[in-house]
């Protein structure tokens, strides 16, 4: 009798081998796409957030005629007013949450101790208007009660949407900042030092309304800021210089942001190459000035700018509170 031979179920190893090979490829083609999907979203949250913070100023701007200000304070260290650097990020977060997330105090004079000099002219002995150590400040010079100074502030964006976080939350080593003071951090978090999940300071410029350029390489007035080359520009790179000078909030001033090397004449050229609104600079050739007139984008009010998924200031992933024109 012949014998028959039963074929045995399942697949061979070339076809596991084939259909494996398949399946890795796919992978290889999804992954990317799914990391691209994930990135567009998280700028899509950032833009929300941006969306949340323009709300804030706009009551903050109905309510006092101007937007905050973001001149960094400079350091002097036995000025009990201001006794270490307060950049245009920190201005921010205390504009729209107030200095101790309490909300934002009319009387504030944007210091990093919550002290202000109420005649601007030393007569008065410094008032502290917030106390972030202790809480409420019992009771200031003009305000009866703790609750008055309660009563006072107000919240110019929800605390769910502001997303702010200490400086020691955020950085290893935060200089010669207050550890305590708030900044508003963007939507790209990751797990710090400290154990919170945290992003990206947002840094805040107010626009200098005054003067009608965007050119460092042009200095029309006396050198009366931190730098002459910078003291008529619309937008001023030293508002958050300081603090883009800790550099990654992990490792510190070792890795450094493109936005701030330490090389001001290639940080100046950075910082306006970000902001320039090219088809202005064509549409404005003139004899006078034959490479344009160069103009910033939202030149009357300010800008926010994210450092991004990579969490560095002045590289391409980076998001702000306009729409650039690809140049």
Known sequence: MKRIEK??????????????????VLIGLLVPAL???KDFSREIQQKAQFHSIDVGL????????????????????????????YSGAHKLAEAMVGLDLLGFHPKSGFTSSGFNDLDGLGGLAPVQIYDPVNGIYLPPIYEETGQQNIDNRKKY????????????????????????????????????QSGKKT????????????????????????GNDTDPATNDDIYNYWDNERLLALGDADQGATVYHPLRTGTVANDLETFEEMLLNKQVQTATQTAGFPQGIKRPYRDDSYILI??????????????????????
Not at 8 to 23: H, P
Not at 63 to 71: A, C, I, M, T
Not at 318 to 327: C, H, I, L, S
Request: hydrophobic share 35%.
């Open 58 to 85: 706009e009551l903050f701007k109905n309510d006092f005629g101007v937007y905050p200000e973001s001149k960094e304070n400079s350091y002097p260290p036995t000025n009990p007013v201001d006794p270490d650097y």
């Open 306 to 327: 994210s450092a991004g998924k990579d969490g560095l200031f002045g590289t391409s992933d980076d998001v702000f509170n306009f729409t650039r024109e690809k140049q």
């Open 35 to 37: 990391n691209m999907v």
């Open 7 to 24: 074929k045995a179920d399942g697949f061979t190893i070339v076809e596991l081998l084939t259909v494996m090979g398949v399946i890795a």
């Open 157 to 192: 964006m929800d605390l769910e949407h502001a997303n702010a976080f200490r400086m020691e939350d955020i950085y290893r080593n935060w200089g010669s900042f207050d550890r305590l003071n708030f900044v508003l951090c963007d939507v790209f978090a990751k797990k710090r």
């Open 199 to 222: 992003g990206m300071p947002i840094l805040y410029y107010r626009a200098r309304t005054a003067f009608k350029f965007q050119d460092y390489l042009t200095n029309t007035i006396g």
